[in-house]
T-cell receptor, first 114, second 109 residues
Framework: DAGVIQSPRHEVTEMGQEVTLRCKPI?????LFWYRQTMMRGLELLIY????????DSGMPEDRFSAKMPNASFSTLKIQPSEPRDSAVYFC????????????FGEGSWLTVV | GIQVEQSPPDLILQEGANSTLRCNFS?????LQWFHQNPWGQLINLFY???GTKQNGRLSATTVATERYSLLYISSSQTTDSGVYFC???????????FGSGTRLLVRP
């Protein structure tokens, strides 16, 4: 089992640039989550997809953030334009169902905006 | 919303020592997981344990759902156990995995 695969693992970009983070969930999982981890706020849920449909995006910080899941095996999180305060580790996670099943995390994408 | 509190916030152990980490939560849950975040930032599943007791090698966990707490036991600690241990829960009729603030563990050789 390949696990949840994220790319890029590390990205350094300049303020104002567009950033796209990618995620491939575990095959057969129908729930996908994007989390952000910072020292100040810990692990926060940004958005949750179920069967490729966004169910709750209330954690998305602002309009600069958007997420898509065009099919069951791929999701993107886009930041446009990026700002230094977006610097964080972004985790993608997936599970078969949320209730009663383990949620598995990818290795994270370390984003630095300078 | 649900509150997830972990204690202690920081813990330093000598290699070989045992420890108990605690997670208290403020509402009934249908999912509780323990994670280890290693020094490289990876979040590794340790246990899915909404109730009962499980063991995996030197680690074991117990959740008493009726009293709204879970315990993670680490026996014969090793330096590779260092990192941050997170408890995370999903409330009944919800889907959001809510994380505690973690216990930062350092195991010294």
């Amino acid at each position: 089992d390949a696990g949840v695969i994220q790319s890029p693992r590390h990205e350094v970009t300049e303020m104002g640039q567009e950033v796209t983070l990618r995620c491939k969930p575990i095959s057969g999982h129908n729930s996908l989550f994007w989390y952000r981890q910072t020292m100040m706020r810990g692990l926060e849920l940004l958005i949750y997809f179920n069967n490729n449909v966004p169910i709750d995006d209330s954690g998305m910080p602002e309009d600069r953030f958007s997420a898509k899941m065009p099919n069951a095996s791929f999701s993107t999180l886009k930041i446009q334009p990026s700002e230094p305060r977006d610097s964080a580790v972004y985790f993608c996670a997936s599970s078969q169902q949320v209730s009663g099943n383990t949620i598995y995390f990818g290795e994270g994408s370390w984003l630095t905006v300078v | 919303g649900i509150q997830v509190e972990q204690s202690p916030p920081d813990l330093i152990l000598q290699e070989g020592a045992n420890s108990t980490l605690r997670c208290n939560f403020s509402d009934s849950v249908n999912n509780l997981q323990w994670f280890h975040q290693n020094p490289w930032g990876q979040l590794i599943n340790l246990f899915y344990i909404p109730s009962g007791t499980k063991q995996n090698g030197r680690l074991s966990a117990t959740t008493v759902a009726t009293e709204r707490y879970s315990l993670l036991y680490i026996s014969s600690s090793q330096t590779t156990d260092s990192g941050v241990y997170f408890c995370a829960v999903v409330m009944d009729s919800s889907y959001k995995l809510i994380f505690g603030s973690g216990t930062r563990l350092l195991v010294r050789p």
